[in-house]
């Protein structure tokens, strides 16, 4: 292979990169086109020198040995390893985080793959408000979404959390900004709170966004301005709860469904909550009875049904956990692996070249870690893929690793 060619092919590499941080928020096919274009291009240009990046980055090495214990688990448990298979290609982004170590490191590519994210996120709030407004309700365009609930690319869960994050990237782009684009970029930040807290339904977004702007103040401010700061927090979401029927609806409704959980009884399907619940309760029955090796990669779909047979229980094939899937699915070990890989990601992010680089690091993080409260994230594709690539984007400029 000649010198041009795989400069041709590294800059093919790097253009789907940055362009998946805009089809990320927007479109599955055309995350899957830039996907198996990005696939191709970085092993046809595949070098010592990518191998060693990887190698010197302690996440790649946590998220590889992830992967590494969930391939094993492909060929123990309750389901034959072919089914296990289509279950591990789910986890393929943890492969992806690794491939694209290289590609981002230059601090220029990683600058633009988060003007690409920033601008999907800017494009879909803009979407979201005309859709509440109802813009869109005589045209043919967005028809099955609602102003109710003015989701736009993807459904309110996915949404609230790429949206909470979003606001909380504005705000931190506003920080370290100057001039009239600092006042563009908290009008962002403002507006996509709002569309989190009070336009959509998104319960995961709610708690995301909380927890990125307690993170904030904790981390820009000093105590006293903390303190004043949480002081108008209370003040500012006891006014909103109080003049947001929305709010109150959510909040009600999920009090009502926590007092009337019932295990076991089925009762649950209408009950977002309850439904959780009843995916809690069951998984850990699971995980008790199997709580070193757990039941296999894609075992957890058939040790739900064996576990809730001869109820009316709904079937499941995953709790709505991450933390929980990982430990049902491939033990305690499994479990202590992807906290270990969470656990690495904070510490290290203290050594991102850029204070910016530092708190969007950590702040992925806090919201991965509260999604993964309330979802089997890394299940889905575009939370799976929102991981991946903003893990290998960000930390892709850990000293460790060389430029190229």
């Known amino acids: 292979m000649t010198d041009m060619f795989l400069k041709v092919n590294k800059k093919i590499a790097t253009i789907c990169a940055i362009t998946l941080g805009f089809s990320l928020p927007i479109s599955t096919g055309i995350d899957n086109i830039l996907l198996a274009l990005l696939l191709l291009t970085a092993l046809v240009g595949w070098n010592s020198q990518y191998i060693r990046m990887i190698a010197q980055n302690p996440l790649a090495k946590a998220a590889l040995l992830l992967f590494g214990i969930l391939f094993a688990g492909c060929f123990y448990g309750i389901t034959p390893p072919s089914d296990s ?11 992806l985080f690794a491939l694209l170590l290289p590609i981002f490191s230059l601090a220029q590519m990683r600058l633009y793959g988060q003007y690409a994210f920033m601008s999907a996120m800017a494009l879909t709030l803009l979407l979201s408000y005309l859709i509440w407004l109802g813009v869109f309700q ?6 099955s979404r609602l102003p109710e609930n003015p989701v736009v690319f993807k459904l309110h869960i996915t949404h609230g959390i790429f949206m909470g994050f979003a606001a909380f990237m504005f705000a931190i782009y506003a920080k370290f900004s100057t001039g009239k684009i600092r006042w563009l970029l908290l009008a962002a930040a403002i507006l996509a709170t709002c569309n989190v807290l009070l ?30 700061g949480l002081s108008l927090i209370i003040i500012a979401s006891s006014i909103t709860y109080l003049a947001s029927p929305k709010i109150q609806s959510r909040v009600t409704l999920a009090i009502h469904e926590i007092q009337m959980w019932q295990p076991m009884l089925g009762n649950n399907s209408a009950s977002s909550i309850g439904t959780r619940m009843d995916y809690y309760t069951n998984t850990i029955k699971i995980i008790s009875k199997n709580p070193l090796l757990g039941v296999g990669t894609g075992g957890f779909e058939a040790a739900y049904a064996k576990e809730i047979k001869g109820t009316a229980v709904a079937p499941s094939n995953n709790p709505h956990n991450q933390f929980l899937l990982f430990w049902a699915q491939i033990g305690v070990v499994g479990l202590i692996a992807f906290l270990y890989l969470l656990w690495t990601a904070w510490r290290v992010a203290a050594r991102l070249p850029s204070i910016t680089d530092k708190l969007l690091a950590q702040g992925l993080l806090i ?16 939370e799976g893929l929102f991981f991946a690539w903003l893990m290998g984007l960000l930390f892709a400029g850990l000293p460790s690793n060389k430029q190229s």
């Open 85 to 95: 298979m289509k279950v591990l290609t789910k986890y393929n982004d943890l492969i």
């Open 138 to 143: 005589h045209t043919p365009l967005f028809t």
């Open 199 to 228: 336009m959509t339904q998104g319960r995961t977004g709610y708690i995301v966004i909380i927890a990125l702007f307690i993170y904030l103040l904790f981390t820009l401010l000093n105590w006293r301005n903390i303190l004043l």
């Open 367 to 382: 919201t991965i870690i509260t999604g993964c409260l309330f979802n089997s994230l890394l299940l889905d594709h575009a």
